[in-house]
């Protein structure tokens, strides 16, 4: 059974820094793809934050504008999203994904 665990997530104020951790089992991890989304509010869609191949190259969504670094570390089964300089609006539910599974999320909330 794959199982993905969200953590790192909490209350920072504006332009702080957060690193999210996604912690995989039950699946072959080195070969995967992992991806990190977020959902503002349960209405609105899930919308990429990053992903990060199985050879190691990194897409981000457009509003990353470079403030977000998405790494993996193969011997711990973990992908991390090291987010800085962070904004009000990146304030949501941060999901980890790989093939159709998901995380149950971590809340990242940014105060102005």
């Known amino acids: 059974q794959v199982q993905l665990v969200e953590s790192g997530g909490g209350l920072v104020q504006a332009g702080g820094s957060l690193r999210l951790s996604c912690e995989i089992s039950g699946t072959t991890f080195s070969s995967r793809a992992i991806a990190w989304y977020r959902q503002e509010d349960p209405e609105k869609q899930r919308e990429l934050v990053a992903?990060?191949?199985?050879?190691?190259?990194?897409t981000y969504g457009a509003f990353v504008e470079g403030r977000f670094t998405i790494s993996r570390d193969n011997s711990k089964n973990t992908v991390y999203l090291q987010m800085n300089s962070l904004k009000p609006e990146d304030t949501a539910v941060y999901y980890c994904?790989?093939?159709?599974?998901w995380g149950r999320g971590t809340q990242v909330t940014v105060s102005s």
């Open positions: 994904r790989t093939l159709h599974y």
């Open positions: 992903n990060i191949a199985a050879v190691g190259k990194t």
